[in-house]
């Protein structure tokens, strides 16, 4: 079982539906970063938390610490949306997710 | 400007050779790392060092090391390259609570 686990794997979605991203974890964690990889490769952080929520734009993310859980929240989904976003944890350790493959459709 | 920059972008070469992958980051970051992506998008990091701790994941063969000349650089030398070396290597700066930049990847084919 991996350390991280996200959910789910692949989402298809139609352009301004509202999509969510789970990250489940099983460590102990300094902080959570969710990461976007676009289909060019790139790779940008898009968040680092360690408690509560952080915005920026039409992108969300929440933590809860008791529950080992965080999700990513896209609102007004747009198809420049499409990407792979990675869930990442560390501590004395850094763990990755497999990835949620994203697809908006126009 | 490039705030993360890695040199080269595409690599090939044979097996048995020795190899170096640049990394360069102007940001002022305290923190630099090495990822892996293997074939199947699975991200695993190498290292991380800053200017007072090397952290190696102790997954990774004996025959990658990283080299940092300054707080500015970390380069990856691998030696004796394998097949399974073949992957997209990504080096990335952090500081603080600032979250990561990530370079542009390298991808390395070993044939």
Redesign the interface.
Known sequence: KNEVEQSPQNLTAQEGEFITINCSYSVGISALHWLQQHPGGGIVSLFMLSSGKKKHGRLIATINIQEKHSSLHITASHPRDSAVYICAVGGNQFYFGTGTSLTVIP | DTAVSQTPKYLVTQMGNDKSIKCEQNLGHDTMYWYKQDS??????MF?YNNKELII?ETVPNRFSPKSPDKAHLNLHINSLELGDSA?Y?C?SSHG??????G??TRLTVV
């Open positions: 199947k998008k699975f991200l695993k990091i991380s994941n997209v990504f990335a609570a600032d979250g990561y930049t990530f542009s990847g």
